[in-house]
Each structure stands twice: as structure tokens, then as C-alpha cells.
């Protein structure tokens, strides 16, 4: 039966956005060097090819699940409050020593990826993304989390950045952001220096994030009589040495407010995850006239280097029907890799972590690790890799 509704919903997206892409597509196209970006796309029309091709099979389930149920241990033991003043970032983190267990949560992690643990290439100077799309539940968080933690247990040193009130990314990455700890807020809004506010996140060696709490709420309205106030959170990474970091992640929240615009300012590329289902094209046009906005008069290098398709639903021709239509508009800033509809993606946080520690042989974890993967790949392949 619900398949049948899903496919009674099959219509194509509406003229207009449609319209509104192919005029975002020459705007994103325009200037950029043709081959540049990974041209690394499965086969036209082909999402579902490209879900299966991300899930391979779990490389042990039982070894995933062992993890898992070790992970649950150590994560009572161990998380709280690491903390990590700035200049800590890029100190080694997780040699296993005498009284630590054999196996670290990451290492165990990377184990049950498959991965090999190799290194990926990493960025010659730390590259912001912004993980941005107005429309609430497309995945933003969830994108940041688990792509700032694949990316930090293949070497790089990442930190989120929660710009969100409601705090997910702080909630995912266990770290504390109560009412009244020194957050993101107070470096908006009380010109705190960002250095103060980030936290080492436990278990993963190099992943560092900046809080985001309640408080937040309220700066959207009181940023507003403050001078450039778009301009704050850029202000604020002026102020912080990101030496050390080769990716800095910003969570925004569902909105194109001034929180969303601060993050669009301060960061280069912009990352929109894009959920396979319906109406998650609508409201696109919206976001990409503001990231025009903000790129014309306050960040002229800003552009959208990624986009993300999530929540793939391989049952559903309507899930295949948008992934390709936004392929077909957005050609190869959209990642190869579609992150499939998956049980343990949605458990992950109610444990404070990333799936990539929580279950890393499910195919959540799995696709989030070769959508990172693509990520570093293509700075290399554009030549942004030291
Ligand atoms: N691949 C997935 N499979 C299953 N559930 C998912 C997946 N990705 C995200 N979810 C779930 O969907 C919900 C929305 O995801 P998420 O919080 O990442 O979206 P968001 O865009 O950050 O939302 P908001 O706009 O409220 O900030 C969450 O409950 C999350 O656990
Ligand atoms: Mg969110």
C-alpha cells in the first residue's frame, strides 16, 4: 500500500524550480574550470546503482556489531568533558598505551569500515564548509556529524561548528551544550573568541566541535542592532588560529536567517544535503538566491562545491526520479554517493555519536564514509591538497 502512494506521488518537480536550477546550474558553472571537479557519477540515472554501489556488503556484521556493543561501554566510560582549548587541536590524541584497551572506539571503527585506515589526501589549507538548506530534516546534521567524523578518522583534524539552537550536532558528538555553557552564542553575540568555546570530541582522535545551546535561540534577534552582524562568526575565525584543522564544518539551522547567513559568509564552500523525496526541491531557489546574495556583496568566493542526496529510499521511484533530476541540473557538484534511508543513522545520536563509531559496518556508515571520501578526493583532484 505504500508503495503504491509513493508512486501515485510521482509527478515531476514543478516547472518553476526546475527553471530555478537550470539558472542555478549556469550560475554555478559559469567561471569554474570544466574538468576540474570529480567527474565520478555512477551512470546517468542511475541512484539506486549508486546506493547499492555504497553499500557493499558490510565487511564483518558480527565484527559492526561487536564494535557496537564495545563502543556502548566505552562511551560511559570516557566522554564528558574533554576539553580543548585551540591550541590543543593537532595534538596526538589516541596512542593506545599502557591501561588503554588494545583497540581504540576509532580504530575499531576503521576496522569495520574496511577502509584500510589509510590517510586520505588532506586540504593544503583548511577548507569551511557550510552545510546549509533551509527546509528543516533534510539531513544537515546528520551530514556534518558523520562526515566530520569519517573524515577525522582517516587523518584529518575536523571541527564542527553547531550553529543550530537546537544543538543536534553538540547532542551527536556528546558534547556538553546545556544552557549557559559557553557556546557559539557567546562568541556572536559577546565576542568571545571561538579558541575558548571548542571541545575535543571523545573517541575520535582530530574531531573537535563548537557547542551550540539554547541560548542560541535568541540571537537571531539580538545579533540584529549589532555592527555587521552578518559578519560575526567570520569575525570570530579571524580572531582563531585554524592552522591546525583542515575542515571546518558549520551546521546551520532550518532557516535563512542571520544565523545561516553568518555561516554562508564566514565559509567558502557550501554543502546542501538535498533529501529524496518530493518537495525537498522546493524551497532550493530560495537558498540559492541568498547564497547569490551573500556571494555578491559579502563573500564573492563563496560557491556550492557539493551537494548531497540523502534518505534514499531505493523502494520508491519517486526517491530515483528527484536524485536524478537533480543530478541532471546540478551535474557534478552532486556527490556520487547517495546516503541510503538507514535505521541505525537515526539511533546513532540518542547514543552521542556518529554512526561511523555506532555501527560502522551499516550501510549508513558506509555510505557517509565514501561520500567523505569523495569530499577529500575531489580537493585533490582540484588540486587543493598539500
Ligand atoms: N540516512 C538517514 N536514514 C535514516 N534517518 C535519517 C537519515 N539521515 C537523517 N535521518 C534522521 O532524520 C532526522 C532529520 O535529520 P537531521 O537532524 O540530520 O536533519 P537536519 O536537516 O539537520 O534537521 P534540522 O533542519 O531540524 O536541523 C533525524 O531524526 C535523523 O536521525
Ligand atoms: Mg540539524
Known amino acids: 500500500m505504500a508503495q503504491a502512494a509513493d508512486e501515485r506521488a510521482e509527478d515531476e518537480p514543478p516547472t518553476r524550480v526546475r527553471q530555478a536550477l537550470s539558472a542555478a546550474v549556469s550560475r554555478e558553472t559559469e567561471g569554474r574550470a570544466s574538468g576540474g571537479a ?9 541512484p539506486a546503482g549508486s546506493a547499492g ?25 570516557g566522554r564528558g568533558t574533554a576539553d580543548a582549548a585551540a591550541g590543543q587541536i593537532g595534538a596526538a590524541a589516541a596512542a593506545p598505551g599502557p ?3 588494545s583497540m581504540t572506539p576509532a580504530e575499531a571503527a576503521l576496522a569495520a569500515l574496511g577502509s584500510g585506515g589509510r590517510e ?18 533534510v539531513g544537515k546534521t546528520t551530514s556534518a556529524v558523520n562526515l566530520a567524523a569519517s573524515l577525522a578518522l582517516h587523518g584529518a583534524r575536523v571541527l564542527v561548528v553547531d550553529l543550530d539552537p537546537q544543538g543536534n550536532a553538540s547532542t551527536a558528538l556528546d ?26 570530541v571523545a573517541d575520535i582522535p582530530g574531531l573537535y566541535c563548537a557547542p551550540a545551546t539554547i541560548d542560541l535561540a535568541g540571537a537571531e534577534i539580538e545579533l540584529v542592532p549589532l555592527v555587521a552582524r552578518e559578519g560575526r562568526l567570520s569575525r570570530a575565525f579571524a580572531d582563531y588560529d585554524a592552522s591546525n584543522l583542515d575542515y571546518i564544518l558549520i551546521d546551520c539551522p532550518p532557516s535563512l536567517g542571520l544565523l545561516t547567513v553568518n555561516a554562508l559568509v564566514a565559509a567558502a564552500e557550501v554543502l546542501i544535503p538535498i533529501q529524496c523525496e518530493y518537495y525537498a526541491l522546493e524551497g532550493l531557489e530560495q537558498l540559492l538566491r541568498t547564497i547569490d546574495l551573500v556571494k555578491s556583496h559579502l563573500n564573492p568566493g563563496l560557491y556550492v562545491s557539493t551537494i548531497l542526496l540523502t534518505m534514499y529510499d531505493g523502494r520508491t521511484r519517486l526517491a530515483s526520479q528527484v536524485a536524478e533530476e537533480v543530478r541532471e541540473h546540478f551535474g557534478e557538484v552532486v556527490l556520487s554517493t547517495v546516503i541510503p534511508r538507514s535505521v541505525r543513522v537515526s539511533e546513532a545520536p540518542s547514543y552521542g555519536q556518529s554512526v561511523m563509531t555506532y555501527d560502522p559496518g551499516s550501510s549508513g556508515a558506509q555510505a557517509y564514509l565514501e561520500a567523505a571520501r569523495e569530499v577529500a578526493d575531489r580537493a585533490a583532484e582540484l588540486g587543493q591538497t598539500g
Not at 62 to 75: E, K, L, P, R, S
Open 38 to 46: 570529480a567527474g565520478k557519477r555512477l551512470g546517468s540515472g542511475s
Open 175 to 200: 558534547v556538553e551544550h546545556r544552557a549557559g555553557t559557553a557556546s557559539v552564542y557567546n562568541v556572536l553575540v559577546e565576542d568571545q573568541p571561538l579558541a575558548g568555546i571548542v571541545r575535543a
Open 53 to 77: 554501489q555504497v553499500a557493499p556488503a558490510a565487511p564483518a556484521g558480527q565484527a559492526a556489531a561487536a564494535v557496537t556493543n564495545g563502543q556502548a561501554a566505552g562511551a560511559s566510560a
Open 99 to 101: 591501561g588503554r584497551p
Open 120 to 137: 586520505w589526501p588532506r586540504p593544503r589549507s583548511c577548507r569551511m564548509i557550510t552545510i546549509a538548506n533551509q527546509k528543516g530534516g
